[in-house]
Structures are given as C-alpha cells and as structure tokens.
Nanobody, 126 residues
Framework: QLQLVESGGGLVKPGGSLRLSCAASGFTWDYYAIGWFRQAPGKEREGVSCISSSAGKTYYADSVKGRFTISRDNTENTVYLQMNSLKPEDTAVYYC???????????????????WGQGTLVTVSS
C-alpha cells in the first residue's frame, strides 16, 4: 500500500521555525519526485516546494524562497521541509505528495500526484 505520513506541524509564533517530515512506505521511493503543498482556509491548494527523485533539483514558490528548504534522505525514505521566518500567512494544512510523472519543476503545479499524505496543520500566530 502506497503511503505518505506527514509530521512536525504545530503552533509557532511569527518569526519561528518548524521542520516537517514526510515518511514514505509501500513504494519504490527512489523514482518519485516529492512535493510539499499547502491549503489555507478558503484558499486553493498550492505547491510550496518540490524535489527531484535524486534530490538534485529543487523548486520553491516565490512566497517561501529564502525561508523554506526542502531535502530528502533516500536511505530513510523521508523528505523534510525546514521552515524558517514563519509568517501568519504560512498558516495552512501542509501535505506531501509523490509522483513518477513529474519532475521537481512541474510537480508543484500538478494537481494529480499519485500519492498524497493526510496533512499536518501549521499555525503561525502570536
């Protein structure tokens, strides 16, 4: 069974940091590009950051460039999203997703990755 499980969400003050993790099981992880998406209340889901299967290529949305860093450990089947200098507008449910059909540059704008996690809530508030 293909599965992605996110963790690391929570409540943080503006300017703070969080690290999200996405652990995969049930599929050959190495061939999949992985992306982090988020959906805020009343807004459409958006791609935040994506990474290629080899970790050689990364993509970031303009809104998070310079603040968020994506990485993956293929020995642990885990992708991380380090989020620094968090802002209230970063508040959302964060999902990770995997796709063999897309590369990092296009995954973040792709609506139908083959595998989705259940999401983890990030709340940035004072």
């Amino acid at each position: 069974q293909l599965q992605l499980v996110e963790s690391g969400g929570g409540l943080v003050k503006p300017g703070g940091s969080l690290r999200l993790s996405c652990a995969a099981s049930g599929f050959t992880w190495d061939y999949y590009a992985i992306g982090w998406f988020r959906q805020a209340p009343g807004k459409e889901r958006e791609g935040v950051s994506c990474i290629s299967s080899s970790a050689g290529k990364t993509y970031y949305a303009d809104s998070v460039k310079g603040r968020f860093t994506i990485s993956r450990d293929n020995t642990e089947n885990t992708v991380y999203l380090q989020m620094n200098s968090l802002k209230p507008e970063d508040t959302a449910v964060y999902y990770c997703a995997a796709s063999r059909r897309k590369i990092a540059a296009t995954l973040c704008s792709y609506r139908y990755p083959e595998v989705w996690g259940q999401g983890t809530l990030v709340t940035v508030s004072s």
